[in-house]
């Protein structure tokens, strides 16, 4: 039971990333797959999320830049990010909730912006 994140990297402000998360049979199989980040020194919180309906969730701060995905074939879900700003700096990390007992997360993919 396991997800894997990809995908992040140093950017310059105004460009665009796509992590991914590629999720084990039996996580995939989740309610809801999300994308959570955390900055220095704030909280954890929630960018976007997918439920198997394909069902969107989006943080209103984001003003639409970024857009989650799922491609079944794949067991993964994206995350695309589009005009970043260096406030979006911050470690990503993929959750999956298994059951409403069960969270699982990746180990993070840091992504930089840079003015």
């Known amino acids: 039971v396991r997800l894997v994140e990809s995908g992040g990297g140093l950017v310059q402000s105004g460009g665009s990333l796509r992590l991914s998360c590629s999720a084990s049979?039996?996580?995939?199989?989740?309610?809801?797959i999300g994308w959570y980040r955390q900055a220095p020194g704030k909280q954890r919180e929630l960018v976007a999320s997918?439920?198997?309906?394909?069902?969107?969730v989006s943080a209103d701060s984001l003003e639409g830049r970024f857009t989650i995905s799922r491609d079944n074939a794949e067991n993964t879900v994206y995350l695309q990010m589009n005009r970043l700003k260096p406030e979006d700096t911050a470690v990503y990390y993929c959750?999956?909730?298994?059951?409403?007992?069960?969270?699982?997360w990746g180990q993070g993919t840091l992504v930089t912006v840079s003015s």
């Open positions: 959750r999956a909730d298994v059951t409403p007992l069960t969270i699982v």
């Open positions: 997918i439920d198997t309906s394909g069902t969107t």
């Open positions: 049979g039996r996580v995939w199989n989740s309610n809801t």
